[in-house]
């Protein structure tokens, strides 16, 4: 069993940047691929990029390409995401969650965090 915690996020002005930690328990991170995920308010959960068990390959939502960097470091069981040129409508609370595919689908995610808020003022 893997346990996410997600410190970090905050508030920032449009155009500035952010980064997000995400922390996991368990002797198995290096085994999960990692992905992280968005909540608007009165939206649903959107996905945002996944990164696979080794770092090698990694896959961003049109939204946030050339903007957003996820990386991990499984000696210290993390995954970041470096948020760049960040937009209001950036704005959510931010889930990391691991699964053992390469996939965008939320349903395919077996552990989340509890999230973090990120808000962006223009």
């Known amino acids: 069993q893997v346990q996410l915690v997600e410190p970090g996020g905050g508030l920032v002005q449009a155009g500035g940047s952010l980064r997000l930690a995400c922390a996991a328990s368990?002797?198995?991170?290096?085994?999960?691929?990692m992905g992280w995920f968005r909540q608007a308010p009165g939206k649903e959960r959107e996905f945002v990029v996944h990164i696979s068990s080794s770092g090698g390959s990694t896959y961003y939502a049109n939204s946030v390409k050339g903007r957003f960097t996820i990386s991990r470091d499984n000696a210290k069981n993390t995954v970041y995401l470096q948020m760049n040129s960040l937009k209001p409508e950036d704005t959510a609370v931010y889930y990391c969650?691991?699964?053992?595919?390469?996939?965008?689908?939320?349903?395919?995610?077996?552990?989340w965090g509890q999230g973090t808020q990120v808000t962006v003022s223009s």
């Open positions: 368990g002797r198995s991170f290096s085994n999960y691929a």
């Open positions: 969650a691991a699964t053992r595919v390469a996939t965008f689908q939320l349903r395919d995610y077996y552990y």
